[in-house]
């Protein structure tokens, strides 16, 4: 199951070419007249700019539309009769389960590796051994996430459901985040600042910044390193386990109406 949905990849090259450069796009030249309007001074700062803020959170936005995406993909596949097809396999649906988790997890990361690291040359970042806890760290996001969209394709089972969904969760945990906002800029409105807090696309970009640029923005991190990435950590399993719980007892045979 995980190879199938790696394999998949090869399928979007075109996909995957427009992506980058659109990425290319928005970080070398949107995110630059941006940074000309935006200054961060916290105080303990050593000049760093909103530019760098940015970069991070752009890419988290990413990874996160990418493995949203997986369950668009699998939405399909159940209309497709794919799915079906998989439970009909002498597979067990835990492994199934498993398998099409991790392996849409694996086949998102690999979509966005080439924007990671061109954030990374642009930022200088060499450091392979920062570089593979960043590759880790959004390689366990993205498993977490595909696992959510699996569990809403199996609890709605619904294609026009699915999409509004997809749409209402991707508006609010993007917005209530500080993919783009830094945290104590957010403290005026109490409710704003702890729905960015426990939002676990904060969670993914602060530990990013706080990984490679952790003097410069360590006043706006709320969070130590070890909680950041034991919530990423947490999200990936308890999601897995869920989306696997929800097949195990939900998907049947016959379609999903």
Known sequence: MIIWDVRKVARYKVFLLMRFAWFVVQVSVFAVLISYLVAIRPSTASGISYYEYYLFGAYTALLFSISMFRGYEIAEEFEEGIIEYQLSLPVRRRILAIGRTIGGGIASFIYTLPM??????MLRISNPLLIAIAMISALAFSIGIVGLAIN??????????????????????????????????????????????????????????????????????????????????????????????????????????
């Open 152 to 257: 809403i394709v199996f609890g709605l089972k619904s294609g026009d459901k699915t999409d509004i969904l997809f749409g209402v969760v991707d508006a609010l945990l993007v917005r209530l985040s500080t993919i783009f906002y830094p945290l104590p800029f957010l403290s005026t409105i109490p409710a704003y600042f702890y729905a960015a807090l426990v939002n676990p696309l904060s969670s993914l970009a602060d530990f990013l910044r706080a990984l490679f640029l952790f003097e410069d923005l360590k006043a706006f991190l709320y969070l130590s390193q070890e909680q950041m990435i034991s919530y990423i950590a947490g999200l990936a399993i308890g999601l897995s386990v869920l989306a696997m719980l929800f097949i195990e007892r939900k998907a049947e045979g016959g379609g999903w109406r």
């Open 116 to 121: 990671m690291l061109f954030i990374l040359i």
